[in-house]
């Protein structure tokens, strides 16, 4: 699909195929459709990100709860979205060993009664040693950093997921 | 569950029991929870309305465009959620005689050609009649009046919902 027939797209179409580009949100989907004709694939998600940057502070810790943990309840239960499953299969999520499982499932409490949210970062540019490292490291942020962080791996999700739907815009376009 | 019960939830809880209060925004409820201790189901509720009016129109948009139709191809495919479901059912939605439902996805396209967002009522505050008598007249508005006019439901909607969640408060809680 080309920006041209997304812009031509009836908003339940388009919160249809956009509405999990940020995980359960499909309300920010929804809200920037209100912004087309998008000129390109990085028009849109430039309205994304702005988008999420006007909403309060407590906002974007909504979008961060919205997130599942990694490795966590809903990927052994079957229960995470389509496209976390894919993520989270593809840097290995599901294939980790015993004792890195439990390390996780330790490190993921520690970070969500740290902050009061999920460690969210995007997996497709992580590989399983990288994640469990920055999950470690990122446990010893402030709340702030960590809010502003996990929102900056939310952007970087959501311009995967978009290009993994619309067509990547050619060179002038970018 | 009364309020002392809510406030014990970890958001995850939270959001699993509450994150539909307002349709598929999931985000609102889980935005909110940072607010909590809640000192009553009125506190609660307006905490959810105070999100809702911070979002910039768009956002109120996008929470219009994450409503399923009434009695719309949701309903008759049986994808609604739960709660919409009992609600559109309740008003008789599922039992139109074949000219108010051929009357009613008319007015319902008509709206939302309109307004670029759908027909959002608290059914279970109207009777088919009702319903379909406000759809026809709410075509004539203007769009900002809709816009308002669809939020005022949705928190009605949303004030419904929470309280078949939450006990009522007493009377010296209101």
Redesign the interface.
Known sequence: MDITAVNAL???EF?NIFGNVVE????????????RPFVSLNALDAAINE?ID???E??K??????HPDLAGRDLQSGTLTWESREEQTGAGMDTLSPEDASRMARKNEEY?KRF??PFVICARMNDKANILRQLTERCQNQRAVERTRGIEEVKKICRLRLQSLVLTDAPNKL
């Open positions: 009836p908003y339940e919160v359960k949100c499909p309300i920010i989907t929804a809200a920037v459709w209100s912004r988008f006007t909403l309060p407590s906002g810790e909504g979008i961060l709860r919205c969500k009061d949210f």
